[in-house]
Every structure is written in structure tokens, then in C-alpha cells.
């Protein structure tokens, strides 16, 4: 029974794996890793007892042995998933020293005080830098803004996210046939595009990307 198990919730698993390279929906990730985890909590739970095993864990028998899978796999997903997620964007805004600088389109911008021209979107939250306002003019600023804007819109941190996580997580992801830097490249053209059609031209966002590309190989 339990080998039946396994083999269905693994066939979930890749079907929802398989769906969230398609179409990219963050959500599908967890789904994947549930069904994909649940068959080692169910053989967990069914271990037998191994001389050389209780002799390590001191008379530690099957039981707790599965409780401490069951609780240790999930709490580790859990874990790893808050830090990654809700801790290191505020810990990187710290030590960005980003400060509330203003709203563009009900979004909340954050000035990182560099030098060095910097802009991206983390979850909900633009961050743009000193350097970056030095270096472009008022219109090439505000593609920029609209650039990032979009991926806030699409949520490709939280899809980025998403790829970093299954990767630790997911065997599956091993054998994915999708270039993730192709997938990064048409995220960053999407984004461009929709600056493109805000402004109704491309001179700015052209503009701004040939300045960023002369000021990095100075």
C-alpha cells in the first residue's frame, strides 16, 4: 500500500512540476514538494528498528526515529522558505542602508546610499541608488522605475525565488530542460517593454542601459 502511495504522490509531484515550468506560478513549487515529501514521512513511519540504529541513538527506537523525519524535513522546508523569503530582503536592506525615498505608482521606493548606479525590485518594494539618479536624467530614471515596476507586477522575485528553492529542495529540478538564464532574459524584456509602452518610446530605457553599460567597463 504504501509503495502505491509513493508512486502516485511521485507522479503528482512531476505533474506539478512539469506545470510550474510552464507556466510559472510560484504556488505550484510547495504543492510539488508536499506530495513529493509525504512519501518519506509515510516510510518513516513504517521503519523497522535496526541494531546498529539504536545503538547510535542510545535506544532510540522506529518511532522516534519517524517523528523526528516527519518533524525535521518539513520544519527545514519551513525554515529555510521564511528566511529566504521574509528575512534576507530586510537583512540586504540593511545592510543596503535603504531608506524610504517615495512612491511611483503605489509602489514604495528605497534609496540605497552607493555610489554605483543599482536598481531592482525585491517582492513589493523598489530599491534604486544615489549613484544610479547621479548618473541618468529625470526620464531615464523614471524607465527605469517602470522597468522595475513590472517585475514587481509579475512577481518575478517571488518566481526567482521559487527556482532557487525547488533547486535545494527537488531532485526533479536536475533534469529541467529550461535555461534559466533564458528565463531571466525574457523577464528582463518583458519588463523593458512594458517601460517602453508607459512612455510610448524607447529612446529612455535605450538610453539608460547604454549609459549602465559604459559605466561598467569604466
Given at each position: 500500500?504504501?509503495?502505491?502511495?509513493?508512486?502516485?504522490?511521485?507522479?503528482?509531484?512531476?505533474?506539478?512540476?512539469?506545470?510550474?515550468?510552464?507556466?510559472?506560478?510560484?504556488?505550484?513549487?510547495?504543492?510539488?514538494?508536499?506530495?513529493?515529501?509525504?512519501?518519506?514521512?509515510?516510510?518513516?513511519?513504517?521503519?523497522?528498528?535496526?541494531?546498529?540504529?539504536?545503538?547510535?541513538?542510545?535506544?532510540?527506537?522506529?518511532?522516534?526515529?519517524?517523528?523526528?523525519?516527519?518533524?525535521?524535513?518539513?520544519?527545514?522546508?519551513i525554515i529555510s522558505f521564511v528566511t529566504g523569503y521574509f528575512v534576507m530582503p530586510v537583512v540586504y536592506?540593511?545592510?543596503?542602508?535603504?531608506?524610504?525615498?517615495?512612491?511611483?505608482?503605489?509602489?514604495?521606493?528605497?534609496?540605497?546610499?552607493?555610489?554605483?548606479?543599482?536598481a531592482f525590485a525585491i517582492r513589493n518594494k523598489i530599491f534604486i541608488s544615489v549613484g544610479m539618479y547621479?548618473?541618468?536624467?529625470?526620464?531615464?530614471?523614471?524607465?527605469?522605475?517602470?522597468?522595475?515596476?513590472?517585475?514587481?507586477?509579475?512577481?518575478?522575485?517571488?518566481?526567482?525565488?521559487?527556482?532557487?528553492?525547488?533547486?535545494?529542495?527537488?531532485?526533479?529540478?536536475?533534469?529541467?530542460?529550461?535555461?534559466?538564464?533564458?528565463?531571466?532574459?525574457?523577464?528582463?524584456?518583458?519588463?523593458?517593454?512594458?517601460?517602453?509602452?508607459?512612455?510610448?518610446?524607447?529612446?529612455?530605457?535605450?538610453?539608460?542601459?547604454?549609459?549602465?553599460?559604459?559605466?561598467?567597463?569604466?
Amino acid at each position: 500500500m504504501i509503495l502505491e502511495l509513493t508512486i502516485i504522490s511521485w507522479i503528482i509531484a512531476f505533474t506539478l512540476f512539469v506545470a510550474w515550468r510552464r507556466n510559472s506560478d510560484p504556488y505550484l513549487v510547495y504543492a510539488h514538494l508536499v506530495f513529493l515529501i509525504s512519501p518519506v514521512l509515510l516510510w518513516a513511519k513504517s521503519a523497522t528498528c535496526q541494531s546498529f540504529l539504536r545503538r547510535m541513538l542510545f535506544g532510540m527506537c522506529s518511532m522516534q526515529t519517524a517523528e523526528l523525519i516527519m518533524y525535521l524535513i518539513p520544519l527545514a522546508i519551513i525554515i529555510s522558505f521564511v528566511t529566504g523569503y521574509f528575512v534576507m530582503p530586510v537583512v540586504y536592506k540593511i545592510r543596503m542602508n535603504a531608506k524610504y525615498f517615495r512612491n511611483f505608482k503605489n509602489v514604495p521606493v528605497y534609496l540605497i546610499d552607493s555610489a554605483k548606479p543599482l536598481a531592482f525590485a525585491i517582492r513589493n518594494k523598489i530599491f534604486i541608488s544615489v549613484g544610479m539618479y547621479e548618473l541618468l536624467t529625470k526620464k531615464e530614471i523614471e524607465s527605469v522605475l517602470l522597468h522595475e515596476l513590472c517585475h514587481v507586477k509579475s512577481k518575478s522575485s517571488w518566481q526567482r525565488f521559487a527556482d532557487s528553492f525547488i533547486k535545494i529542495w527537488s531532485p526533479f529540478s536536475y533534469f529541467s530542460l529550461i535555461d534559466s538564464e533564458s528565463k531571466i532574459n525574457k523577464d528582463e524584456m518583458r519588463a523593458d517593454a512594458y517601460a517602453i509602452k508607459m512612455q510610448k518610446t524607447s529612446r529612455y530605457i535605450n538610453s539608460a542601459r547604454n549609459k549602465l553599460e559604459i559605466y561598467s567597463k569604466l
